[in-house]
């Protein structure tokens, strides 16, 4: 039998990051059609960090995950986390 590591906040990660960015949209539109643009703009934000975020969480619950059972791959998903860290303060730099 093969020992799989738990996945169950990486899972979570993906899955909360998910539905709140998808609510955030859903309540922007909802602001939207109610004409309330400025808040609306504040919660479409907010939906896209959300999104932004989730796969950073995703990549750092994964890590935690895998530290015990499968430290090279835990090691990866940092470096991985590393690496979009480090693109984005680049982009950010980039675009001021």
Known sequence: MVHR?????TVLALTAGTLLSVAG???????RWLGQP????????????????TPAAGLL???????????PAALLALLVLLILGGATVLAVVASV
């Open 5 to 9: 590591p738990p996945a169950r906040w």
């Open 25 to 31: 949209f859903v309540v922007d539109v909802v602001l």
């Open 61 to 71: 619950a994964t890590s935690l995950e895998l530290r015990r059972d499968q430290l």
């Open 38 to 53: 400025a808040p609306a703009d504040v919660v479409a934000t907010a939906a896209v960090i959300a999104l932004l975020a």
